[in-house]
């Protein structure tokens, strides 16, 4: 058979298999409906979902709820790497840049569990292989004897020399909080190099990309505004790329009235639902609050782009992010229901 | 009960001295009782309020914690436990209330700013900060109770030494000194009276022998 590599064909075929998938996701109805049940029926039901493969795959290894996130952790990991191997052409290449952020936060998962000393096993528990690094290399790199030798053998060349150049110091401040940081700000500048390169619905994607990064942004200056400023710590951590100067973005964290910071903030954002959500952000309410209103307008935002762009890249997009908040929002329950949490409070942080 | 002390002026003298110094002793240890017992109802009133706090503080964190999981999983949440590389340093020093060492501990690095946590700003949520905020609160509250409750420990088994010398003093040692002076002072009376018969007798013998002599030389 002759894959077709170019032209509008591989989009078309990539797009409609990813609104397929998205359609068998949870709806919003069933999400609702698995908030008012017991913890017990909660987990028969996961079984009866997509997800019992991987939960008979681990239920020798883990037990409970911890069996359930890590299923679905797996479910997660497997369906990701059948869309990178659905994706033709520079699509599959995109894809891998999109999915970098879990290769970020796996190799730092290494990096800490084998400083802190923890066990290959405890270390590869808290790995999720959605990303361009499948399980196997994974565990290449936890056999590694040092981080040094880690970042050496890490196949992603870029991500490997921003470690380099940081490692010496993580290891003498024992934090990796700086090169965590410097990590996802290459991730950002390699997806607006990927989005401007010419690859179809990748200038509304690159628009989708700089709403991101202003998210991430606003949503930091609202941390380090709870945190009660701390400029001289704060200088790597804003993401170049979107609306906000760094310098901008300093002062705001540092200013008291959350008036004249939501003000200066709607100044230079054109995006109307970010607008709206700026807006509910003047009332006083807890920063994790503030982060799911903005994750929710993100995805709406994201929504949007995909609608008008409908055979390019943002379907595939939009399907690997609800797919990612599907898991999350099931985990949350788990967990939730767990804590004994109640299911008003649970329903605030599902992305739904 | 049986007195075994030499019933002598230099014994009741010393006795005398000796109850003059346990009655002293008393009233100062007395007195230092009544000042530990005054300074242990305030620590006891601050440790109160610390415990009500420190309970809010055990429940926030756990409410935190369930909600950082609930959020982030407990992946995300280990994941970023293993950046908590810095741990707490903890100074003891000690203090002195009313002659009793107590402990002063004195904590650094337990509250952290946000760059500071070893964990990236951008690749962890918001709840983990809260989590790890209201577990750094926790510490802290649990450092200071910790010091608090060793002060009230320290401080109870002080009062409880001195009630006990102070009820040994009260109930036994001077009450046994006055028995021992009373005896004494009873015996020395005695012997004294004893004395004074003796030589009133003594004397009327010689009174007599002295008028039957005379009585004898007027006769003749």
Redesign the interface.
């Known amino acids: 058979m002759t894959e077709v590599m170019s032209g509008i064909a591989p989009y078309i075929y990539v797009s409609t298999r990813m609104r397929v998938r998205k359609a068998k996701l949870i709806p919003r109805e069933e999400y609702l409906r698995m908030l008012n049940m017991g913890l017990p029926e909660f987990t028969r039901l996961i079984e009866e979902l997509e997800y019992k493969r991987e939960i008979d795959e681990l239920s020798a290894s883990f037990k409970g709820?911890?069996l359930i996130?890590?299923a679905m952790?797996w479910n997660l990991a497997k369906e990701y790497q059948r869309v990178i191997a659905l994706a033709p052409g520079e699509m599959k290449g995109f894809t891998r840049d999109y999915l970098h952020?879990w290769d970020?936060?796996n190799i730092?998962?290494i990096l800490?569990?084998k400083?802190?000393g923890?066990s290959d096993g405890k270390i590869r528990?808290?790995l999720?292989p959605a990303g361009a690094l499948d399980a196997p290399t994974l565990d290449r790199l936890i056999a590694e004897s040092s981080s040094e030798r880690i970042v050496e053998q890490l196949p992603i060349k870029q991500m490997s020399a921003i470690l380099s150049e940081g490692l010496s110091e993580a290891l003498e401040t024992?934090?990796?909080?700086?090169?965590?940081?410097e990590?996802?700000?290459y991730y950002y500048a390699t997806l607006i190099k990927a989005a401007r390169g010419g690859m179809k619905g990748g200038l509304p994607f690159l628009k989708y990309v700089m709403f991101e990064i202003d998210i991430?942004n606003i949503?930091?200056v609202?941390?380090?505004r709870?945190?009660?400023g701390?400029n001289a710590?704060?200088q790597n951590?804003w993401?170049p790329g979107g609306s906000f100067k760094p310098e901008e973005l300093e002062r705001l964290s540092s200013v008291e009235s959350t008036d004249e910071v939501v003000d200066s903030l709607k100044k230079k954002i054109k995006v109307t639902v970010l607008l709206d959500a700026l807006e509910s952000l003047r009332e006083k309410k807890?920063?994790?609050s503030?982060?799911s209103t903005l994750i929710a307008t993100q995805l709406n935002q994201m929504d949007k782009v995909s609608k008008r762009n409908p055979f390019s890249i943002s379907p595939l997009l939009v399907y690997l992010e609800r797919k990612k908040y599907e898991v999350?929002n099931l985990?949350?329950i788990a967990?939730?229901k767990e804590?004994?949490?109640d299911a008003e409070i649970?329903e605030k942080?599902l992305v739904m | 009960m049986a007195l075994n002390v030499k019933p002598t002026r230099s014994e009741l003298i010393a006795l005398k001295k000796r109850i003059k110094l346990s009655e002293r002793g008393y009233k100062l240890l007395k007195m230092k009782r009544d000042g530990l017992i005054l300074e242990f109802f305030k620590v006891l009133a601050e440790a109160k309020d610390l415990k009500n706090q420190l309970a809010e503080k055990y429940e926030r964190a756990?409410?935190m914690i369930?909600?950082a999981?609930?959020?982030d999983?407990?992946?995300g949440v280990?994941?970023a436990a293993?950046?908590a590389?810095?741990n707490p340093v903890i100074d003891l020093k000690s203090k002195n209330i009313m002659g009793v060492v107590v402990p002063k501990i004195e904590s650094q690095s337990v509250k952290k700013?946000?760059?500071?946590?070893?964990?990236?700003?951008?690749?962890t949520?918001?709840?983990i900060?809260?989590a790890a905020?209201a577990f750094e609160e926790l510490v802290e509250c649990i450092i200071l109770s910790a010091e608090l409750e060793t002060t009230m420990k320290r401080l109870l088994d002080e009062i409880e030494s001195t009630k006990r010398r102070v009820n040994a003093l009260e109930f036994k040692v001077i009450p046994e000194l006055i028995e021992a002076r009373n005896f004494i002072k009873m015996r020395l009376d005695e012997m004294e009276r004893e004395e004074l018969f003796r030589m009133k007798r003594t004397k009327g013998k010689s009174a007599a022998k002295a008028a039957k002599l005379s009585a004898a030389h007027a006769a003749e």
């Not at chain 1, 024992?174 to 940081?181: A, L, P, R, Y």
């Not at chain 2, 700013?113 to 690749?123: A, E, K, Q």
């Open positions: 709820v911890d996130e890590n952790s952020k970020i936060q730092l998962s800490r569990g400083e802190l923890f528990a808290v999720v024992h934090s990796f909080g700086k090169i965590e940081n990590l996802y700000k991430k949503t930091s609202f941390r380090m709870a945190q009660g701390d710590a704060q951590i993401i807890p920063i994790y503030i982060e999350s985990r949350a967990r939730g804590a004994g949490l649970l942080y | 756990q409410r369930a909600i999981e609930t959020v999983g407990s992946i280990k994941s293993f950046s590389s810095e700013s946000l760059t500071n946590r070893g964990y990236g700003v951008l690749g949520s918001a709840a900060d809260e905020d």
